[in-house]
C-alpha cells in the first residue's frame, strides 16, 4: 500500500470509529429509554438487546480506532522506493493473471507438487 493509501485508511477507520461511537451511545441512550417506559418482561429482553448492541458496537468502534491508529503507524513507516523509470525493466513484479485471449498465462503445464528432502542419516 502507498503512503497516501495507508493514510486515507486510517482517516476512514477513524471516521467509521466515531460514527459507529456515536451510534453505540444512542443505542444505550435507546435501551435506558425502553427500560423505563416499558417496565414488564418483554420491556427488559428489548432493553437488555439495545444495551448488548451498543455494547458491541462499542467494542467495534475500538476495533475501527485500533486500525486506524495501526494504518497511520505503517503509513508513517512507510517508506516507499520511486517506480524505475522503465516501468520494470523486464522484472517479474508478482503473478500473472489471465485475460479474456484464452492463451496460458504460464508455459509449465500441471501442477507443482512440493517435495521434502529426504530424511538426513543419524
Do not use: F, K, N
Not at 4 to 10: E, G, V, Y
Not at 20 to 40: F, H, M, N, S, T
Not at 79 to 85: I, S, T
Amino acid at each position: 500500500m502507498s503512503d497516501d493509501a495507508l493514510r486515507d485508511a486510517a482517516r476512514w477507520c477513524a471516521q467509521l470509529a466515531e460514527v459507529l461511537g456515536d451510534v453505540g451511545r444512542r443505542v444505550a441512550v435507546l435501551g435506558e429509554q425502553v427500560a423505563r417506559d416499558w417496565p414488564d418482561v418483554r420491556g427488559r429482553e428489548w432493553a437488555e438487546r439495545t444495551s448488548l448492541l451498543g455494547a458491541l458496537l462499542g467494542r467495534e468502534a475500538t476495533a475501527a480506532a485500533e486500525q486506524s491508529d495501526a494504518y497511520a503507524r505503517q503509513a508513517a513507516d512507510a517508506v516507499v522506493p520511486p517506480l524505475p523509470a522503465g516501468g520494470g525493466g523486464g522484472r517479474r513484479t508478482g503473478m500473472r493473471l489471465g485475460g479474456t485471449d484464452a492463451q496460458r498465462v504460464d508455459d509449465e503445464r500441471g501442477m507443482r507438487i512440493a517435495e521434502l528432502d529426504p530424511p538426513r542419516p543419524g
